[in-house]
């Protein structure tokens, strides 16, 4: 497998289906996914959580959001994933809806919200769907959620995967190891993409795993991986967006590669607001009403 790499002018040249750089401007469905990979193309994805940030990653041509449970670290204030919940993840999804065009729109299932079986599996993927409005369901898990995955496909609702480290287990693992390392974790890793694969899911996140193993199930598999801290093989590769555009405060895994740094932007501004108003500065004399 070869990956062409993708800038905007080069996919122009090679015409109009490129998922980044593309001139097409409908929604991106899982089928242009699928023709991605047969093309050789690699491309982007980021998370979302509103509206207006959703918008800008939408017109800057990112081709898939994930409104990931990532959320209750960076834009609801909890320490993990775990406590997300399906009211949050719902309104969350139909903002970054509402807020793009192109992008295919991935809703993320929290903790708790399929684990139970593919029913309840089911009944909560129908609810992102039809409340929310997005493309697709990503969830977390390889062989032990290939029966969620097949019903969910069955059942006509496009399923991202997600093996490899699966941030919801944070309390079995006790904190964000790497996973795959050894002969025994790295079939077992391969065991569980190929299952997702089988179930019908159309395209299998790998986080933190090695970049050997990951280019491995890239070759084995004909759905596309996207890759998170794992290596640049992948087919795709995916950042928290407040990670990627430095928004996020504190120490960032290994993997991550800071665009720009918003924090200190937004917080130069904030600065720079509060001291025109204690100076009486803001608001001048065209910022008024007479
Ligand atoms: O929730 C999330 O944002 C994710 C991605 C990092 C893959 O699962």
């Not at 204030?77 to 139909?94: F, K, Q, R």
């Not at 990951?214 to 290596?231: K, S, W």
Request: glycine letters at 12%; a negative charge.
């Amino acid at each position: 497998m070869t990956h062409a790499l993708q800038s905007p002018d080069s996919s122009q040249k090679a015409g109009t289906k490129a998922l980044y750089g593309g001139t097409s401007s409908r929604r991106i469905t899982v089928r242009d996914i699928a023709a991605a990979k047969e093309r050789g193309e690699k491309w982007p994805m980021l998370t979302a959580y509103d509206a207006m940030t959703a918008s800008v990653f939408d017109e800057a041509g990112i081709p898939v959001l994930l409104v990931g449970d990532s959320m209750g670290n960076c834009h609801l204030g909890y320490e993990s994933t775990v406590p997300v919940t399906m009211d949050e993840i719902t309104l969350l999804s139909a903002a970054v809806v509402r807020g793009t065009k192109r992008a295919l729109v991935v809703g993320d299932l929290p903790f708790g919200s399929y684990q139970e079986g593919a029913v309840q599996a089911l009944r909560n993927a129908t609810r992102l769907v039809k409340e929310a409005g997005v493309g697709a369901v990503k969830l977390e898990g390889g062989e032990r959620s290939a029966h969620q995955i097949e019903l969910l496909v069955q059942a006509g609702i496009p399923v991202l995967a997600h093996v490899g480290l699966t941030p919801q287990s944070v309390n079995a693992y006790g904190g964000y190891p790497v996973q795959g390392r050894g002969e025994e974790a790295a079939q077992q890793l391969l065991r569980d993409a190929k299952a997702v694969q089988d179930a019908g899911a159309f395209a299998v996140v790998l986080e933190l795993v090695p970049a050997e193993l990951a280019a491995e199930v890239t070759r084995t598999l004909h759905i596309p991986t996207v890759g998170i801290g794992a290596g640049v093989e992948c087919d795709a590769q995916v950042l928290v967006w407040t990670d990627m555009a430095g928004m996020t405060s504190g120490r960032l895994p290994r993997f991550v590669k800071q665009y720009a740094q918003v924090r200190e932007v937004l917080g130069g501004a904030a600065k720079a607001f509060a001291e025109d108003v204690v100076g009486g500065a803001y608001p001048a004399e065209e910022h008024s009403f007479h």
